[in-house]
């Protein structure tokens, strides 16, 4: 669990932690590497999506998704990388800030940034393709402990026909 922010607990190196995080998010891939991931994670949800839609409207909602998501992504990657260099300043000392940064700048650390793009990409879309799966084990042990409405048996009998249907011949 994430404990207090240090803002709130007046730490004086926190300007210097914000500072080292900045520069590893930065040699993450900064602002664009957030947007990737929004892009990433709106294509997975998007190929969960278009599964639902008549054939003839797939193309047409994929692409506005896409650009939907871009769009997301450019107004909120930014406001999602000031929050995560507050949350990484709090959870880490200024040593061990040092020695990511660090790793960052080795022939490992830049590989390893050259390739989490295609990573997080495929992972997206793994994560993706089993959400429907993820969706059904939810919703059946939910209902076996709590019991559901008729809507909610409808909709994971629907969930099933549509699993079966995307099952591998």
């Known amino acids: 669990a994430i404990g207090p922010l240090a803002h709130a607990q007046g730490d004086e190196g926190l300007a210097r932690r914000e500072a080292l995080v900045g520069q590893i998010l930065e040699a993450q891939g900064g602002i664009a590497a957030m947007r990737q991931v929004m892009q990433n994670a709106g294509e997975a949800t998007a190929s969960q999506m278009l599964g639902a839609l008549p054939a003839d409207k797939a193309a047409e909602a994929k692409a506005f998704l896409h650009d939907l998501m871009a769009d997301v992504a450019d107004t909120m990657a930014p406001k999602l990388v000031q929050d995560a260099e507050r949350v990484w300043a ?80």
């Not at 993820?134 to 402990?145: D, K, S, W």
Request: aromatic share 4%.
């Open 90 to 169: 709090a959870e880490f000392s200024e040593p061990e800030l040092r020695d990511i940064l660090a790793f960052y700048k080795t022939p490992t650390g830049r590989a390893m940034v050259a390739k989490m793009r295609e990573i997080s990409r495929q992972t997206g879309l793994i994560i993706g393709r089993h959400a429907p799966e993820i969706q059904l084990m939810v919703a059946e042990r939910a209902c076996a402990r709590f019991g559901c409405s008729d809507q909610v048996r409808g909709q994971i009998e629907a969930l099933k026909k549509q699993q079966q249907r995307n099952a591998p011949s």
